[in-house]
């Protein structure tokens, strides 16, 4: 595979987060949770749609709300977000599914399917995260 | 349990980028030995669509292949978008399959809300935005075609997500045969049996001249209110029948004494 076009889409300066699975609380590799780390698998996505698609509803929003801001004014986006962040915090227990309906109607994906809905749907996955490990993640003390 | 991969989120659903390297690590080794990877069914094609006095007529032929082996005679490319929208597709076949589906599902939704009858452009709309968002790798080249309030429409729809209206369109590995066959014939508002045939020359053209397209032809004809989906509207590959029989008729007296001949062939 091609890698040299992936390098294009490493940031030099700004750490790579969301590609670094191995990093634990502390920063340095945490093989005991997460396996062993190799440097090729931490530095460059396996695919070029991988970086575009783990961020998309984040820049789809971004892109929203600073549209909203040029219209509307600086409230418009505020208030919303405020709206946002009070659906977001309606879940369940961090191992279960929630229907995260309010967050969906706010959005407006209640009435649109696309992938996230056929492929991979978290309700039938064949696997259940640790219900202690996923507690302790969430409540930070992990 | 796997303690030593254990996730820490509710994950998400969608595509799932796991086994890239991985898949990337089999196809060396596989191409090292000499072998090739087993090929996505594409469908080769030839799908065109043209606008007439009244509304569109698309059409598509019928063959899918794997590589170099057919895979399907009779596939339907015209597929169902909205009672009057449809739309042929080419590349890999999944692609347009779930391409087309998603955008009908969401087409009805939207409809549902806003209480009209659905736009060419809105179907439009949202297949561009899903493959640019995508940038090319769900390989589904479209046409769209159908009639709303604001009359007849045609749409091509790339790959990376370009889209042309245009009163004539060819997609598909046959495109150009059947291209030259609209630049050849075409001319503005004709009647629907002129049409028809137009369309059905140029799938001919795809078929008869380019290796991926085969079988019959199909046919969409779309006005204001009704859809005539015609399958098949030609057959022009039909296969062939046997012209002799090598059994013997019943009643043939059986052979019970066996001769044997001893050939010596020198190796």
Redesign the interface.
Known sequence: ?NTRGLRSQLKDSVPVTGLCPQAGSYGVQD??????SSVK?ELL??????L??KN?QLNQDKMNFNTLRNIQGLHAPLKLQMEYRAARQIQRL??L??SNLALDTLRGSD????????????VQ?E?M??PH??TE?KLGV? | IMATVSVCQYHRGGFSFENCKRNALLEADINKLGFSSPAARKTGTTICGVVYKDGVVLGADTRATEGMVVADKNCSKIHYISPNVYCCGAGTAADTEMTTQIISSNLELHSLSTGRLPRVATANRMLKQMLFRYQGYIGAALVLGGVDSTGPQLYSIYPHGSTDKLPYVTMGSGSLAAMAVFEDRYRPNMEEEEAKRLVRDAIAAGIFNDLGSGSNIDLCVITKGKVDYLRPHDVANKKGVRTGNYRYKHGTTDDTTHHTLTCFFPL
Not at chain 1, 31 to 36: D, E, I, K, P, V
Not at chain 1, 45 to 50: A, G, N, Q, T
Not at chain 1, 112 to 117: K, N, P, Q, V
């Open positions: 595979m093989s005991l949770r997460r396996g062993f698998n996505p396996s695919h070029p749609l991988e575009s698609e998309f961090p191992f599914p929630s009435d649109s399917i696309g992938f996230e809905d056929i492929l991979n749907d978290p996955s696997m995260g640790d490990i996923m993640y992990l």
